[in-house]
């Protein structure tokens, strides 16, 4: 029988689906990503199929000016920004210090092979040109002072698009060399799950 750390026995599960992710950074009037740049927003959308905290659809987008979060359920999306998404690298620069909500619904379409699009009324996120299919693991990632387990299927993406209200953001996706491959700050985590 395998043994358990003794930190992780008393962890259960929190969150099983998929959680596709972009950050863009600045573009020159070429399209060309500025080097250094910070980016500008960051956007998380989470499809669970089961959480303890509901199912269902969210997006959540940061920024500079703060957190915003479209779905059906504000307490599912508000809590994922605030036990989640608000820890991930790409969401760093962008601090948590309150969320607003709209109400919208998404038609969601994710293909392992293009990528994934979730279009509402209200918001968009758009991801393609998936570079690669790897598995991830972290049994330890950190959430504050916390930590959680956290698996799923990576696939970085050459680009994506984020748009709220019909003006879409500018800015491309970060596409860098990983140790294990190539990486990029717009991606699509697949068959996630989050053990809290």
Not at 75 to 94: C, M, V, W
Not at 164 to 186: H, K, L, M, N, T
Request: proline letters at 7%; hydrophobic letters at 40%; one cysteine or more.
């Amino acid at each position: 029988m395998d043994s358990i750390p003794a930190a992780s026995w008393r962890r259960s599960l929190a969150f099983v689906g998929s959680n596709p992710g972009l950050a863009l950074h600045p573009v020159d009037a070429r399209g060309v990503q500025i080097p250094g740049e910070a980016a500008s927003c960051f956007a998380s959308f989470w499809m669970a199929d089961w959480s303890r905290w509901g199912s269902g659809n969210a997006l959540l987008v940061a920024t500079l000016q703060g957190w915003r979060s479209y779905g059906t359920n504000e307490y599912f999306a508000s809590t994922l920004a605030a036990e989640l998404a608000r820890y991930f690298p790409e969401a760093a620069r962008f601090p948590l210090n309150g969320i607003t909500h709209t109400q919208d619904e998404f038609d969601v379409e994710l293909d392992l092979e293009r990528g994934f699009r979730a279009i509402g009324r209200k918001a968009e996120l758009e991801l393609s040109g998936i570079l690669d299919r790897r598995p991830f693991s972290s049994p330890d990632f950190q959430l504050g002072p916390n930590s959680a387990g956290l698996n799923n299927v990576y696939l970085p993406c050459s680009s994506g698009r984020l748009a709220e209200f019909g003006v879409e953001w500018p800015g491309a996706a970060s596409v860098y060399p990983g140790p294990r491959g190539p990486s990029s700050s717009g991606y699509i985590a697949v068959a996630e799950s989050w053990v809290m």
